[in-house]
């Protein structure tokens, strides 16, 4: 069965590091998504990502935040600058045309120091 | 009022019990409706799309009442590996993304 995949499982990042998150989605999905979910708390959209550009993104992602799709498979989240607070698991999803359902990725767990 | 609310739980069943639960939303313009499960430190995993007419796969039943801002889930006879937590998320208007309760924690016990 096809599945989201992600890349690195954990990051552990210093304070004001850039960090790069991979994503490879479902091969013929053309909706990708981030959530993040901070230990203890609910999963929370960050971004939306159609067409080669970004549909819809929440207030958590600000300037410090950027996705991109950098060739056919693999769709990224950069955080330019990291902040204690971007500590969390981030989770990539994606979802097929005609389908409302989104499947997510395993995960990468950031820690910032 | 919190856009997706779910029972708090935990819910420390027997095994072979039956068990419910509800879940509200506030966005009447919410499009669609799922029932997810997130075991500890892991993704949520989509376990049903929950339509109008209430739909059941195994022993699983999802109820919508779109009047009433209302989703439920009933699981019957549970088993051990049922234990995890029960996300409701629901379809925002407009764009594609998804809105997540805070979950509900069920155990099974043997």
């Known amino acids: 069965e096809p599945e989201v995949t992600q890349t690195p499982s954990h990051q552990v990042t210093q304070m004001g590091q850039e960090v790069i998150l991979r994503c490879v989605p479902i091969s013929n999905h053309l909706y990708f998504y981030w959530y993040r979910q901070i230990l203890g708390q609910k999963v929370e959209f960050l971004v939306s990502f159609y067409n080669n550009e970004i549909s819809e993104k929440s207030e958590i992602f600000d300037d410090q935040f950027s996705v991109e799709r950098p060739d056919g498979s693999n769709f990224t989240l950069k955080i330019r600058s990291t902040k204690l607070e971007d500590s969390a698991m981030y989770f990539c999803?994606?979802?097929?045309?005609?389908?409302?359902?989104?499947?997510f990725g395993p995960g990468t767990r950031l820690t910032v120091l | 009022r919190k856009e997706v609310e779910q029972d708090p739980g935990p819910f420390n069943v027997p095994e072979g019990a039956t068990v419910a639960f509800n879940c509200t939303y506030s966005?009447?313009?919410?499009?669609?409706f799922f029932w997810y499960r997130q075991d500890c430190r892991k993704e949520p995993k989509l376990l049903m799309s929950v339509y109008s007419s209430g739909n059941e796969d195994g022993r699983f039943t999802a109820q919508l009442n779109r009047a009433s801002q209302y989703i439920s889930l009933l699981i019957r006879d549970s088993k051990l590996s049922d234990s995890a937590t029960y996300l409701c998320v629901v379809l925002g208007g407009s764009a594609r993304q998804l809105t997540f309760g805070s979950g509900t924690q069920l155990t099974v016990l043997p």
């Open positions: 966005n009447s313009a919410s499009q669609s």
């Open positions: 999803a994606s979802g097929g045309q005609g389908s409302n359902e989104q499947f």
